[in-house]
């Protein structure tokens, strides 16, 4: 069983950034895809970014293109958002998530495994 921990959210005016982490308590986090996906109240959840299992390739939603960056350390089994010029619609909970197969997906469904959320809050 996989365990997920994000951390790193909070509350940051516009403009501002933040780093989430996300740490999983497996041996070895390499051949696992991961994903950030956020929640903004009454909104269903949405995908951020993906990244594959060596980190070679990453995949990002069209709102936050140029403004965040997924990471990975497999050394430290750790994944990072590094999010940048944020906006107040950036708002939400997010979440850190991982697949037990190879493929790379923007689905939240298609994901096995899944973290308890970090909240980021953005004031303009």
């Known amino acids: 069983q996989v365990q997920l921990v994000e951390s790193g959210g909070g509350s940051v005016q516009a403009g501002g950034s933040l780093r989430l982490s996300c740490a999983a308590s497996?041996?070895?986090?390499?051949?696992?895809?991961m994903g950030w996906f956020r929640q903004a109240p009454g909104k269903e959840r949405e995908f951020v970014a993906a990244?594959?299992?060596?980190?070679?390739?990453?995949y990002y939603a069209d709102s936050v293109k140029g403004r965040f960056t997924i990471s990975r350390d497999n050394a430290k089994n750790t994944v990072y958002l590094q999010m940048n010029s944020l906006k107040p619609e950036d708002t939400a909970v997010y979440y850190c998530?991982?697949?037990?197969?190879?493929?790379?997906?923007?689905?939240?469904?298609?994901?096995?495994?899944w973290g308890q959320g970090t909240q980021v809050t953005v004031s303009s």
């Open positions: 497996v041996r070895t986090l390499r051949p696992y895809p």
């Open positions: 990244i594959s299992g060596s980190g070679g390739n990453t």
């Open positions: 998530a991982g697949r037990a197969t190879m493929a790379v997906t923007t689905t939240p469904n298609e994901y096995d495994y």
